[in-house]
């Protein structure tokens, strides 16, 4: 072979002038490749576990060699292009190479399908290409604000923002997923001729791929190198109420003795942000929250868990800011100044990205609430939201925010998440505004971030949603309604809340939350100073009319009747990695149809949901899986599988199927005659 290839215990390595080339075994059916110009491999591993022993099979010819680990084969040929196979012998990916060392019926172009260049910098820009496959399907990436579920012909930042989070792995279908195992800023072109990942700074081109028969065989095979959630906490399958924000001690009790009077359900309850003197205090004011052990203690007497909010923000007044600037636990510049965010002062990030750091993350928040008992933390400003994303100005301990920006929110939950399992807390969980791959196993339940109210931003959840789940991530939500603006008196957003909700009680955790009029405002009027972060209108399900009390009502009790399949559904998330939300094929991926259906959601393998997403929508389209039959929630009414109904639409009615023998239909139903609302079709 042109270059120099070697078989070991579990790679193949291949040497060719300054290229070091390994493709290993890595978990069932999978293999990893990594490609560096250094003289020895770095040993990172990012979201990738260590695996046991790993025996492929590994040949070597004079102009080729190929390592097969299972159902996955890769072959290199003499000048190092690498292509993939399945057990079948069918290729599945391909690097796209142009060279002129081609046969002459081919273009004499030059170009190459892995490249670690410098650009004017120390650090090469690493650019990876492979080959489009025609009719190709692309799902997971975590979740970007947009309405396709289908990412083909999609260009994706690989970068986290406020509602967009990065996590580079996809499922195909065409039977393989791919992890692009590299935390740098860069960007991800699915486009129709190729598809090209490119990290800005990175000395090391590094994926991962596996093979499997369905979607749910590829995500088993991925979370099983990366993680899976722990166990599910009972009361995270409930109720959770929140708004920006609830002022102090009295007003949280008040809402939950409300909904305790009025026979709500009502699981957790949420203090938001700026319940402290100063950012980067990790501690409640006592002017407002002068007892918050009796507050605690009352909330658990009714049964409810408290969430508060924690930044990762620091400004100089804090009591904290000089310890950690000595620890060197801040994100640094490497020029400019060192501010990095403006909200009521101007505030440096903390750096979670090593031990010691996240180490005392943990103990501040120990130490200021979990005393009382408390012990669900929303990690916001997970990104972090830089005031400006200029990521070639920051640096964190373990290296520059374009080397590694992608870890940040995984580090973030990690402190949280080491700290209560060292404690002996069982069952972490910890709402978080971003997630990179892996996170998943640091107990995180990623939001969607601070999208707008309104029935296109709906939608857009929808799709944010099920790709998350087929990124890794099984515990996911959105905040009910939106959160910027929505006005409690408005029509409009009466209905758009109610079709929110009828989604929200199908989604992982069902979590109403925003900033609502008259104080919600849209997020121009912060850079005006006209912002109030004292007062929200309100948010709470009586807030919306009688009318929308009552649907809301009934919706509540459905999501209650629910809760033991929530709990076993994501049991089954907790052993297998599987998403508690998913797409219609990922449960029935022999039916084509499935794969074209992009607006309808199912809870597990055994609840089928249509949302309603636009305003005045009388009726819908859903269709049922071919392979089952499928129960009407309303009525009763048994459904063949494989076919496409019309279904009326009335403001309290979500399109809701149950799948015959799943023992569904008789537990949920319970003693709801007449459905939601008493309504009948």
Same mark, same amino acid.
């Given at each position: ?108 172009? %030059? *170009? !190459?399908?892995? #490249?670690?260049?410098?650009? +004017?910098?120390?650090?090469?820009? &690493?650019?990876?290409?492979? @080959? /489009? ?86 995500? %088993? *095979? !991925?979370?099983? #190198?990366?993680?899976?959630? +722990?166990?599910?906490?009972?009361? &995270?399958?409930?109720?959770? @109420? /929140? ?102 002062? &101007? ?335």
């Amino acid at each position: 072979m042109k270059g120099i290839v070697k078989g070991e215990q579990e790679r193949l390595s291949w040497r060719y002038d300054d290229e070091l080339l390994y493709i290993e075994a890595w978990g069932r059916d999978s293999l990893r490749v990594r490609s560096t110009h250094l003289e020895k491999m770095p040993e990172k591993d990012w979201a990738l576990e260590p695996q046991g022993e790993v025996k492929p099979i590994i040949k070597i010819s004079e102009d080729s060699a190929s390592i097969t680990n299972g159902k996955i084969c890769a072959r290199i040929n003499t000048y190092g292009y690498i292509t993939f196979y399945n057990e079948k012998n069918v290729e599945i990916l391909k690097e796209r190479w142009e060279t002129r060392e081609v046969p002459v019926d081919m273009m004499a172009t %030059e *170009n !190459y399908a892995r #490249v670690l260049k410098e650009w +004017g910098g120390t650090v090469p820009k &690493a650019v990876m290409t492979f @080959q /489009s496959n025609k009719n190709e399907k692309i799902y997971g990436m975590g979740q970007y604000q947009m309405e396709y579920l289908d990412l083909k012909g999609c260009e994706l930042e690989l970068c986290h923002k406020n509602s967009q989070t990065s996590i580079p792995f996809y499922i195909s279908n065409k039977g393989y997923g791919f992890l692009w195992n590299n935390p740098a800023v860069g960007t991800v072109n699915f486009a129709k001729n190729l598809t090209r990942w490119t990290a800005e700074a990175s000395c090391v081109i590094d994926y991962w791929i596996t093979t499997g028969e369905t979607p749910a065989e590829i995500l %088993e *095979n !991925y979370t099983a #190198v990366s993680g899976r959630p +722990g166990e599910f906490p009972k009361w &995270a399958s409930g109720f959770w @109420q /929140s708004k920006l924000r609830y002022h102090n001690q009295d007003e949280v009790l008040e809402t939950a003795r409300e909904y305790k009077r009025r026979g709500l359900p009502l699981s957790v309850i949420v203090i938001d942000f700026f319940h402290w003197k100063h950012q980067g205090d990790w501690s409640f004011d006592p002017e407002y929250f002068p007892d918050p052990k009796a507050m605690v203690d009352e909330l658990k007497e009714m049964g409810v868990e408290l969430m508060v909010s924690v930044w990762p923000t620091v400004e100089p007044y804090s009591e904290n800011y000089a310890r950690l600037k000595q620890l060197g636990f801040l994100t640094r510049a490497d020029r400019g100044v060192r501010t990095q965010y403006h909200c009521l002062g &101007a505030q440096v990030f903390f750096d979670p990205t090593t031990q010691g750091a996240r180490e005392f993350l943990y103990e501040k928040l120990k130490e200021n609430y979990g005393k009382y008992g408390i012990r669900i933390f929303w990690l916001d400003e997970a990104e972090p939201e830089y005031q400006q994303f200029d990521y070639d100005i920051y640096r964190y301990q373990a290296g520059s925010a374009r080397e590694i920006g992608g870890i940040y929110p995984l580090c973030y939950s990690q402190a949280i998440y080491d700290g209560m399992k060292k404690d002996g807390i069982e069952d972490p969980m910890n709402l978080t505004r971003s997630a990179w791959a892996g996170s998943q196993k640091f107990g995180t339940l990623l939001w969607s971030g601070d999208i707008y109210s309104s029935f296109r931003s709906f939608r857009m959840q929808i799709q944010a949603g099920l790709n998350a789940g087929m990124a890794g991530i099984a515990w996911w939500t959105s905040d009910i309604g939106g959160f910027w603006g929505g006005d409690p008196e408005s029509e409009e957003f009466r209905e758009l809340l109610v079709r929110w909700f009828q989604f929200g009680v199908f989604s992982p955790i069902c979590r109403l939350h925003g900033h609502r009029r008259p104080s919600g405002t849209l997020p121009e009027v912060v850079d005006s100073g006209m912002f109030d972060f004292n007062t929200c209108g309100p948010n709470e399900v009586w807030s919306y009319g009688e009318k929308n009390y009552g649907i809301l009502k009934e919706l509540l009790m459905l999501r209650e009747r629910m809760r033991p399949y929530v709990e076993e559904t994501a049991a089954g998330a907790s052993e297998t990695g599987l998403p508690m939300l998913r797409t219609l094929f990922f449960n029935y991926p022999e039916d084509e149809n499935c794969w074209e259906t992009e607006d309808e959601i199912m809870l597990g393998r055994d609840l089928l949901a249509a949302p309603v997403t636009y305003p005045g929508m009388t009726s819908r389209e859903v269709y049922l899986p071919k392979g089952d039959r499928w129960i009407d929630y309303y009525n009763g009414k048994m459904y063949e599988g494989g076919q496409t109904l019309m279904y009326p639409t009335p403001l309290e009615v979500i399109p809701f199927f149950i799948r015959e023998g799943s023992g569904q239909y008789e537990r949920i139903r319970g003693q709801a005659e007449g459905g939601l609302c008493g309504w009948k079709n």
